[in-house]
């Protein structure tokens, strides 16, 4: 069975920094891009964050560019997303996903609250 | 960007009823066209990808289907386990996007 925990959500200042973590398992982690998206209080759904199988290659929308940075250990079967200089808009729950070949997000953890309030 | 337009916000219907959620995109996006219900307090579960495809285990009363920018989520012979708010998403181009969602809810 396909399962990814987020951990590392919290409560945090404005300008500070925060990492989640995604522990994956029952799927070869390696094999597959992941992706972050989060999903603000009564909000949407907003892409954050996408990564290569190798860690090569990365992607982010303009609203988090140069703040966030997303990365992954193969060799634990683990996804990280580290967000710098946080604003009160980045407060949302954040998920990880799984992205299949075709590009569609197919699993996704139960997400970690972040808050960001002085 | 490509917006996803997703109409409507909210909507109720009986048990039994058929519903159809719809998502019209700014650009061509291809058939990269997922669906997904989403259960208070719970992550995002996918329902239909590629447009028109059934995602395994998803029952077979939820139907993708285009008609040119057009996406639209049909759901047949509704049950009160639909409720919850649908999203729509887009994976032809970065950034991905997707739809404001629909809040469906049984009377």
């Known amino acids: 069975e396909v399962q990814l925990v987020e951990s590392g959500g919290g409560l945090v200042q404005p300008g500070r920094s925060l990492k989640l973590s995604c522990a994956a398992s029952g799927f070869t982690f390696s094999n597959y891009y992941m992706a972050w998206v989060r999903q603000a209080p009564k909000k949407g759904l907003e892409w954050v964050a996408t990564i290569s199988t190798s860690g090569s290659r990365t992607y982010y929308p303009d609203s988090v560019k140069g703040r966030f940075t997303i990365s992954r250990d193969n060799a634990k079967s683990s996804l990280y997303l580290q967000m710098n200089s946080l604003k009160s808009e980045d407060t949302a729950t954040y998920y990880c996903?799984?992205?299949?070949?075709?590009?569609?997000?197919?699993?996704w953890g139960q997400g970690a609250s972040v808050t960001v309030s002085s | 960007d490509i917006q996803m337009t997703q109409s409507p916000s909210s909507m109720s219907a009986s048990l039994g009823d058929t519903v159809t959620i719809t998502c019209l995109a700014s650009q061509d996006i291809g058939n990269y066209l997922s669906w997904y219900q989403q259960k208070p307090g719970k992550s995002p579960k996918l329902m239909i990808y590629g447009a028109t495809n059934l995602e395994d285990g998803v029952p077979s009363r939820f139907s993708g289907s285009r008609s040119g920018s057009d996406y639209s989520l049909t759901i047949n012979s509704l049950g009160y386990d639909d409720e919850g708010i649908y999203h729509c998403h887009q994976y032809y181009e970065y950034p991905n996007t997707f739809g404001a969602g629909t809040k469906l809810e049984l009377k």
């Open positions: 996903a799984r992205r299949l070949p075709g590009n569609v997000m197919d699993a």
